[in-house]
């Protein structure tokens, strides 16, 4: 079975902190994923990686950056965390079974951050 | 860029009906189309998929149906049951090396004893 772990399940931090949430899988898959689900928007890409200290920019990357010094392990950073940040925060992994089968993306549990 | 579109945001249907859930994408090069499914308090976990060259896929009492001209596809819930509660989310993917999928918004099922 695919793990995905993330350090924390709730995060509580105040406005200005530098804010770090760690997320490591165990299937040594090169592609991974950090997403922030909010009510009625669904998931949104906030930055990727495709490999080792390889980082891409998703769909909302304003207010945060990330680390991948090594291919278990993909970090989020919010360098100084404001209220509107609150959020759940996925991790995720892609599995690629092949050109007949497609991929399947495994989650973490999620990381839900409150800024006060 | 792809934008995924997902309807209804809120479905409610009795037990043993059937429950149906549209989503609309906008990049005809995408070509690889998943459902996940996230119950209460728990990690979104994939439930179907269905690639550009078929256009149906069963398994069991859920199948996806896929319309690449219209570009829209569905998921279709049959003889729903109290455990089909959660939330559903349609992707689109150009499943390509490091792609990503882009999600639709969500649709909260409640299925009512």
């Known amino acids: 079975d695919v793990k995905v772990t993330q350090s924390s399940r709730y995060l509580v931090k105040r406005t200005g902190e530098k804010v770090f949430l760690e997320c490591v899988q165990d299937?040594?898959?090169?592609?991974m994923f950090w997403y922030r689900q909010d009510p009625g928007l669904g998931l949104r890409l906030i930055y990727f990686s495709y490999d080792v200290k390889m980082k891409e920019k998703g769909d909302i990357p304003e207010g945060y950056s990330v680390s991948r010094e090594k291919k278990e392990r993909f970090s989020l950073i919010l360098e100084s965390a404001s209220t509107n940040q609150t959020s759940m925060y996925l991790c995720a992994t892609l599995a690629e079974w092949g050109q007949t089968k497609g991929t399947e993306a495994f989650f973490g549990q999620g990381t839900r951050l409150t800024v006060v | 860029g792809e934008n995924v579109e997902q309807h209804p945001s809120t479905l409610s249907v009795q037990e043993g009906d059937s429950a149906v859930i549209k989503c609309t994408y906008s990049?005809?090069?995408?070509?690889?189309f998943p459902w996940y499914k996230q119950e209460l308090g728990k990690r979104p976990q994939l439930i179907i998929d269905?690639?550009?060259?078929?256009g149906e896929k069963k398994d069991q009492r859920i199948a996806v149906t896929l319309n690449k001209t219209a570009k829209h596809f569905s998921l279709h819930i049959t003889e729903t049951q109290p455990e089909d509660s959660a939330v559903y989310f349609c992707?689109?993917?150009?499943?390509?090396?490091?792609?990503?999928?882009?999600f639709g918004p969500g649709t909260r099922l409640s299925v009512l004893p």
């Open positions: 299937m040594d898959h090169e592609n």
């Open positions: 269905i690639r550009s060259n078929v």
């Open positions: 990049d005809s090069a995408s070509n690889y």
């Open positions: 992707a689109a993917s150009m499943n390509n090396y490091g792609q990503n999928f882009v």
